[in-house]
């Protein structure tokens, strides 16, 4: 009976895949003439390709000397994707030609759990390029970006003096007063990111901190995980009775209640914050609906959470790390353990990225008049953010 029934699924999967074949390569009646039809835009990605997965710089530079600085590759074995290896070329293709044959890889698994349509996932890393993310990346701009900086840059000059103020206690429950794992350190870089958002950062161990850092955690998993709809599109239309649609939904509901919640705590806020900066950049443009405005927000500033404590790059708002390893070496000599083999070319890969991996280390204060220096700075939790940012105004005038 269990042969039979695996005979029967394999059978039907290899039907399906023959199926979606067909209707891929079949040309529509309706299409427009050659002649006529824009030419398909191809993603444009910079990715560590090919490296090993335990020590993946090891060698990029040998492999994008010999690659050149643009090289056609499948995402996953599945995507056609072209793969950028120089700065020069990401300007060149990804800014001054995007408009023309630029795009994002899609992910029928994402669109999926965003309740989205092919190529319109509110995971906007896998959008198709087109003038509905212009109008997300407009509005990510004036509230996330370059316009914003002086806005947040206080708060986050405040963030690195209460991270500070959080390795001293943290050292202070370590055994010799200096060691420490960075397992213990990036929750506590985590929560400087959350400095964005129109509260005061809450202790890493709050509930709303972990269902943040768990949701996206879940997300970026399947986003950068492949599953059986993204080979064989065709599943997104399942009846919502399977498994995988309900896995899906459930995933879904749990996205809009924290993402909602956070845009209203957000829109609410007397201070100058992201949200209002975004709400009010929209309605210059044309209406964009708060679920949509509520994901973006969302996934940007989680991606930076991310990025900023492991990689050291994305958007604006990843930047503020320089300064907190700037605070880090002021404070601290930061040391190796006994026994402790540390490789700086050993990683971990976590979703899109590479992270180091987990290693203890010893944060010795240069001295007492360090400590005293951090215990006499402000506590980020008694500041008043309306001080901090000010009122609310739109920074694009």
């Known amino acids: 009976m269990i042969a039979n029934l695996a005979i029967v699924v394999v059978f039907g ?4 895949t023959l199926l979606y074949m067909i209707t891929q390569h079949q040309p529509s009646r309706r299409a427009e003439p050659d002649e006529k039809r824009p030419p398909l835009k191809l993603p444009l990605i910079g990715d560590l390709h090919s490296s090993p997965i335990d020590k993946p710089l090891a060698n990029w530079d040998d492999w994008a000397r010999r690659n050149g ?3 056609v590759s499948r995402l996953f074995g599945i995507a056609p994707v072209v793969i950028l290896n120089s700065y020069e070329a990401v300007t060149e293709l990804s800014s001054r030609r995007s408009q023309w044959y630029s795009n994002r890889p899609r992910s029928a698994t994402m669109e999926i759990i965003n309740g989205a349509e092919p190529g319109q996932s509110r995971f906007t890393m896998m959008h198709d390029y087109d003038d509905h993310l212009t109008l997300h990346s407009q509005t990510a701009s004036s509230s996330l970006g370059a316009l914003a900086a002086p806005r947040y840059r206080p708060l986050t000059e405040l963030g690195n003096k209460q991270l500070l103020c959080d390795l001293s206690d943290a050292l202070h429950g370590c055994p010799d007063g200096a060691t420490i794992s960075t397992a213990t350190i990036y929750p506590h870089l985590e929560r400087t990111q959350v400095t964005l958002r129109p509260a005061n950062p809450p202790p890493p161990e709050d509930e709303l901190l972990q269902e943040i850092i768990g949701t996206q ?30 896995a899906a939904d459930e995933l879904f509901a749990t996205q809009l209640d924290l993402y909602t919640r956070l845009f ?20 210059k ?19 930076g959470m991310e990025t900023s404590s492991r990689q050291r790059r994305g958007s604006t708002t990843v930047r503020p790390p320089a300064a907190r390893v700037a605070n880090l070496l002021w404070a601290f000599d930061i040391m190796p353990v006994e026994g ?41 939790a008694a500041e008043d953010l309306d001080q901090v940012i000010g009122s609310v105004n739109d920074v694009e005038g």
Not at 223 to 244: F, G, K, V, Y
């Open 13 to 16: 999967i290899d039907l399906m």
């Open 264 to 283: 209203h705590r957000g829109r609410d806020s007397d201070s100058w914050n992201p949200t209002e900066e975004a709400l009010a950049t929209a309605e």
């Open 285 to 303: 443009y044309t209406a964009v609906p708060g679920l949509d405005l509520a994901f973006a927000l969302a996934t940007s500033i989680q991606g």
């Open 69 to 71: 600085p643009i090289t």
């Open 340 to 380: 402790e083999e540390m490789d700086p070319w050993a990683m971990t890969v976590v979703g899109f990225m590479a992270m180091s991996k987990e290693l203890r280390m010893r944060l010795k204060p240069r001295g007492d008049w360090v400590m005293e220096a951090i215990k006499r700075g402000p506590k980020i």
């Open 217 to 246: 955690a879940q997300v970026t998993h399947l986003a950068a995980n492949p599953s059986l709809p993204d080979l064989i599109p065709t599943l997104r239309q399942l009846p919502e009775s399977t498994s995988l649609k309900r």
